[in-house]
C-alpha cells in the first residue's frame, strides 16, 4: 500500500507541475511586443520576478549608482535567450499580470556580473565584447540588464541559473565543433 501511495503522490507532483508549466506558457504567450518566437527559445528554465534599474542617464559615482529608476519586471531564462518583461497589473487575473517584452539576449552573447555597486541583491547582464555588434542599442559598457531582485539568495539562484545554461550552451556548441572537425 506504501509503494502505491508513492507512486499516486509522484504521479500526482507531475501533472501539477506539467499543468502548471502548460499554464506559465500560455501566460507567457500572451505578452506584448514580442519580436521573438517564444516556441523557438527552448524549454522555459526558470521564471521570476525582478526589478529592472534603468540604465539610461544613470551616472557611476564611487561605485554607486545615483537616479536609478526601477521598474517591477518578469524575467524569463530560456534555453536559448534571457528575456525581460515588465509587468502591468491585470484586473480579470491578478495572479498573471499583463506583460510587455522589454529586452532580450541570446545566451550565446551573456556575460553575467554578480556584484554591481556594493549592492548584493543586483546583478548586470552584459553583451560579450567580442560578439559586440556596431548598433545603436547597444546600452553603456555592454550592459544589457541590470536586475535588482529580492534578496541575495535569489539573485544568487538567478545568476547560477544563468551561468550554468550559458556553459552548457558553449559546451555543446564545443562539442559539435569537435566533432565536425573529426569527420
Not at 5 to 28: C, D
Not at 173 to 181: E, G, L, R, V, Y
Request: with cysteine; charged share 25%; glycine share 6%.
Amino acid at each position: 500500500l506504501t509503494d502505491a501511495s508513492h507512486e499516486y503522490s509522484a504521479a500526482l507532483e507531475s501533472i501539477l507541475s506539467a499543468a502548471n508549466h502548460t499554464n506559465t506558457m500560455m501566460w507567457i504567450g500572451k505578452m506584448e511586443n514580442c519580436p521573438l518566437d517564444l516556441s523557438g527559445q527552448g524549454q522555459l528554465l526558470k521564471q521570476g520576478g525582478v526589478g529592472n534599474i534603468f540604465l539610461g542617464g544613470s551616472i557611476r559615482v564611487r561605485r554607486k549608482w545615483s537616479s536609478q529608476r526601477s521598474s517591477s519586471c518578469q524575467l524569463l531564462l530560456f534555453q536559448k535567450t534571457l528575456m525581460l518583461c515588465k509587468t502591468n497589473e491585470n484586473l480579470s487575473e491578478p495572479n498573471n499580470p499583463h506583460l510587455l517584452y522589454e529586452n532580450h539576449i541570446s545566451l550565446n552573447q551573456v556575460r553575467v556580473r554578480d556584484v554591481v555597486a556594493d549592492d548584493e541583491n543586483t546583478f548586470e547582464v552584459h553583451k560579450l565584447e567580442h560578439l559586440k555588434a556596431e548598433s545603436t542599442d547597444d546600452t553603456k559598457g555592454g550592459i544589457v540588464m541590470r536586475l535588482k531582485c529580492e534578496s541575495e539568495d535569489v539573485k544568487n539562484e538567478w545568476v547560477k541559473a544563468i551561468n550554468s545554461e550559458v556553459k552548457h550552451l558553449r559546451s555543446t556548441a564545443k562539442s559539435i565543433t569537435n566533432q565536425f572537425w573529426i569527420i
